[in-house]
Structure formats: structure tokens, C-alpha cells
């Protein structure tokens, strides 16, 4: 499975971005699809996750309530609107797949954001 990520940019605080990756195919492989990032000096953190199965979504608490992962099943995409975006919410997001909430055995390039204060 292939993963592209685009949709990265240069936003002022409080704006919106949106994020899409797309996977070359669905199979039980990647059931399960997530964004990370990863911020300068920092650790890669997860950030959300969404299943191809049943549309079950799962968020890191700093971004509960301000992003929304979604999935488009024709078209193989998962989406990640991020809204009410902060100066920490700076990294380099990946997208990645896997079989289970946890694992995650397929990673896309990165795509920057970047929030301006």
C-alpha cells in the first residue's frame, strides 16, 4: 500500500487546514488509517485514526474537539480538517496505515504545517 499525503501550508492562528492522503488500495492491511506528526525537537505523535470498516475515529486529546478525520471510501482518502489551529499544532504530519489501532506498518511523506502566532 502506497500512501500520499498533501494538503500542508502556512496558516495563522486560529485558521484551518486540511490534510488528504491517499492509499493506493484498501485491504485488511490497512484497515486502519492515522495521521501523526512530528514538531521540531520533538517525538512523531499520533494525532487521529479512523477504521475503513466502520468509520470508528480515534483523537489525541490536544486536538479533541478542533480536528476531524474523515474517509472517503471511493476514492480511497482519508481527510483530517484541522480548525482553530494553534502555533503547537507546527510539525510535519504523516499519514499512515495499518491492520489495528496501534500498528501501523505504511507511512506516506511528510507534509508540513505551520501556524503562525
Known amino acids: 500500500v502506497q500512501l500520499q499525503a498533501f494538503g500542508g501550508g502556512l496558516v495563522q492562528a486560529g485558521g484551518s487546514l486540511r490534510l488528504s492522503c491517499a492509499a493506493s488500495?484498501?485491504?485488511?492491511?490497512?484497515?486502519?488509517m492515522g495521521w501523526f506528526r512530528r514538531a521540531p525537537g520533538k517525538d512523531r505523535d499520533f494525532v487521529a485514526a479512523i477504521s475503513w470498516r466502520d468509520g470508528r475515529t480515534y483523537y489525541a486529546n490536544p486536538v479533541k474537539g478542533r480536528f476531524t478525520i474523515s474517509k472517503d471510501n471511493a476514492k480511497n482518502t482519508v481527510s483530517l480538517q484541522m480548525n482553530s489551529l494553534k502555533p503547537e499544532d507546527t510539525a510535519v504530519y504523516y499519514c499512515a496505515a495499518g491492520p489495528q489501532v496501534g500498528i501501523y506498518i505504511y507511512w506516506g511523506q511528510g507534509t508540513q504545517v505551520t501556524v503562525s502566532s
Open positions: 488500495g484498501r485491504t485488511v492491511a490497512n484497515n486502519i
